[in-house]
Antibody
Framework: EVQLVESGGGLVQPGGSLRLSCAASGFTFSSYWMNWVRQAPGKGLEWVANIKEDGSKKYYMDSVRGRFTISRDNAKNSLYLQMSSLRAEDTAVYYC??????????WGQGTLVTISS | QSALTQPASVSGSPGQSITISCTGTSSDVGGYNYVSWYQQHPGKAPKLMIYEVSNRPSGVPDRFSGSKSGNTASLTISGLQAEDEADYYCSSYTSSSTPWVFGGGTKLTVL
């Protein structure tokens, strides 16, 4: 059974940093693109970043490029999102999701990140 | 403002059919066949319903179908059931600096 479990969310002050993790199981992690998608409270989905199977290519949405870094450790079946210079507008539930033919076929349950003083 | 435009809400009675539109541009929906649709129930993670415009993942009922014409993609749900009541989001690959975008979401109410 495919499982994605996010962790690392919490309350952070503006300008702070946070590292999210996503533990994957039930599939060959190193064979799939992986994504981070976020959802602000009461709002819609917003794609954040993705990373190629071997980590050689990474893409970001405009508003996080230069502040967020996506990475993966295929030996540990884990995906990460290092977030810095956090802003109030980064407050959201962050989901990791497996890439599949231009879509995202498995999602975790999400981890809540709150940016507030 | 979302890059892809969806109606805020649609509704239908059990057994009826509804269609949700997703309008973009030639730089996203119209230019690529990487359009996908997601269902999200309150408090739950999204679920992939359609990928590559019209393909259904295994386990998704054939009541759900997808199509595209020009810059507009559509999700059709036939034989509406109470459990279909949820938010629906489209997504597309785009040639812009942000390579993947979602629509603003559509709330489906089953009357």
């Amino acid at each position: 059974e495919v499982q994605l479990v996010e962790s690392g969310g919490g309350l952070v002050q503006p300008g702070g940093s946070l590292r999210l993790s996503c533990a994957a199981s039930g599939f060959t992690f190193s064979s799939y693109w992986m994504n981070w998608v976020r959802q602000a409270p009461g709002k819609g989905l917003e794609w954040v970043a993705n990373i190629k199977e071997d980590g050689s290519k990474k893409y970001y949405m405009d508003s996080v490029r230069g502040r967020f870094t996506i990475s993966r450790d295929n030996a540990k079946n884990s995906l990460y999102l290092q977030m810095s210079s956090l802003r109030a507008e980064d407050t959201a539930v962050y989901y990791c999701a497996r890439g599949y033919n231009g879509g995202m076929d498995y999602w975790g349950q999400g981890t809540l990140v709150t940016i507030s003083s | 403002q979302s890059a892809l435009t969806q109606p805020a809400s649609v509704s239908g009675s059990p057994g009826q059919s509804i269609t949700i539109s997703c309008t973009g541009t030639s730089s996203d929906v119209g230019g690529y066949n990487y359009v996908s649709w997601y269902q999200q129930h309150p408090g739950k993670a999204p679920k992939l319903m359609i990928y590559e415009v019209s393909n259904r993942p295994s386990g998704v009922p054939d009541r759900f179908s997808g199509s595209k014409s020009g810059n507009t993609a559509s999700l059709t749900i036939s034989g509406l059931q109470a459990e279909d009541e949820a938010d629906y989001y489209c997504s597309s690959y785009t040639s812009s600096s942000t390579p993947w975008v979602f629509g603003g979401g559509t709330k489906l109410t089953v009357l």
